[in-house]
C-alpha cells in the first residue's frame, strides 16, 4: 500500500516563497509519475504539475509555469514542490499523488497540506 505524506505546508505572505514535500511510504517500485494537485476554497481540485518518475521530464499548468517547480529524489521516492512569487490565488490545500503504472491515474494520494497567501 502506497501512501503519500505532504509536509511543508503553512502560512506565505504574498510574494513570498514555499517548498512542499512528499514522501511515498510503501512504494517500492518506480511509478510512472507523481504529481501535484491543489484545491482552493470552492473550487474543483486542479492538477498543478506532474513528474515523470524515470525521465524526470515534468509537466507544469500553465496557471503556475515559471513560478512552481517540480522535483524528485527518485531514491527516496520522494516530490518536491516549489513554489515562488505566490499571489492569494495561490491559496489552497495541496495533494500529492501517486500514478503507479497509468498516466494520469492516481489512486493514491495524501491527506493534503494547507498553503494560506496572505499578509
Known amino acids: 500500500q502506497v501512501h503519500p505524506v505532504e509536509s511543508g505546508g503553512g502560512m506565505v505572505q504574498p510574494g513570498g516563497s514555499l517548498r512542499l514535500s512528499c514522501s511515498a511510504s510503501?512504494?517500492?517500485?518506480?511509478?510512472?509519475?507523481m504529481g501535484w494537485f491543489r484545491q482552493a476554497p470552492g473550487k474543483e481540485r486542479e492538477i498543478v504539475g506532474s513528474?515523470?518518475?524515470?525521465?524526470?521530464?515534468?509537466w507544469h499548468a500553465d496557471s503556475v509555469k515559471g513560478r512552481f517547480a517540480i522535483s524528485r529524489d527518485s531514491a527516496k521516492y520522494t516530490v518536491f514542490l516549489s513554489m515562488g512569487d505566490l499571489t492569494p490565488a495561490d491559496t489552497s490545500v495541496y495533494y500529492c499523488?501517486?500514478?503507479?503504472?497509468?498516466?494520469?491515474?492516481?489512486?493514491?494520494w495524501g491527506q493534503g497540506t494547507q498553503v494560506p497567501v496572505s499578509s
Open positions: 510503501g512504494q517500492t517500485d518506480d511509478p510512472h509519475s
Open positions: 499523488a501517486v500514478a503507479p503504472t497509468t498516466p494520469r491515474s492516481f489512486p493514491y
Open positions: 513528474i515523470n518518475w524515470l525521465s524526470g521530464n515534468t
